[in-house]
């Protein structure tokens, strides 16, 4: 029962994070399957990327139904982002241990309160006057220094990728978001099979639980945000990544 309620509440944290910033669950789950439950980091990192697969991949659906997602520039990036994630994990394991372990969490929290002071209120107007050149460029460019990062630090990809497609690439908040998730269910499925082959296959009932209830919740979090006004939406991702980043931050202390 404790199992399944740890499992829920992470779920919870990561579903919504997904459905409404495109948030990695991997960020959420396994400070918590690892605070709580004592499973070993590599299993429960496995089990978040597994728990992203669907969430993100239910999520971009929404989004994309609601004409919120860019495909051909998010594939352009994916690609990018997957192969310089490759080079940053190289240099990683060839230069001393840095001290940026907690640069996800607290860029959550930033980027969280940058939401609520500060909103995209970016049309599609706007954003879709970049040339299309233009844009393909754009997304090369942020798609190396995101999947270097990711490479080089372990963490942070979702978060990344919102920021620059709102604040560099000036995309919409939705639009956005949708792309960010059409990106992170790909990237989440590379990372979960090879921790799977590598690892073995993790805790079932662990695995199911996750899964379920971040998918449940990332559904939920993903139909409100589609319909909800550009300010809405902006002052309830804030909201969640605060607290989010908050609760991720209290976990790790605890721990």
């Known amino acids: 029962m404790f199992q399944f309620l740890i499992c829920f509440i992470a779920g919870i944290g990561a579903g919504l994070g997904t459905g409404f910033a495109g948030m990695s669950a991997a960020a959420v789950i396994s400070p918590m399957l690892i605070t709580f439950l004592h499973m070993p980091a590599y299993e429960a990192v496995g089990i978040a990327l597994a728990s992203d697969v669907l969430a ?17 520039n998010g594939l352009v990036m994916m690609i990018t982002v997957l192969l310089v994630t490759l080079v940053g994990s190289w240099v990683a394991s ?28 970016t049309t599609k107007e706007s954003m879709n006057a970049v040339s299309e050149k233009k844009r393909i460029i754009q997304s090369v460019i942020c ?12 963490a942070g990809g979702g978060m990344m990728m919102l920021l620059i497609l709102t604040s560099v690439l000036g995309y919409e908040l939705k639009t956005a978001v949708g792309t960010s998730v059409f990106i992170m269910a790909f990237t989440a499925f590379t990372g979960a099979a090879s921790h799977f082959v590598i690892g073995g296959m993790p805790d079932l009932w662990c695995l199911v639980f996750c899964v379920v209830s971040t998918l449940l919740w990332a559904r939920i979090a993903a139909r409100f945000a589609n319909k909800a006004s550009a300010i809405t939406l902006n002052r309830a991702t804030g909201v969640v990544l605060v607290v989010l980043g908050a609760a991720i931050l209290a976990v790790q202390i605890f721990q």
Do not use: E, Q
């Not at 001393?96 to 995209?120: E, Q, R």
């Open 143 to 154: 798609g190396a220094i995101v999947g270097f990062i990711c490479g080089f630090i372990g």
């Open 56 to 72: 993100s991949a239910v999520s971009a659906y929404t989004y994309g139904k609601n004409k919120n997602l860019d495909v051909r």
């Open 94 to 121: 060839i230069v001393p241990n840095t001290t940026m372990g907690s640069f996800s969490v607290f860029m959550t929290l930033l980027l969280g309160i940058k939401f609520i002071v500060k909103p995209v209120m």
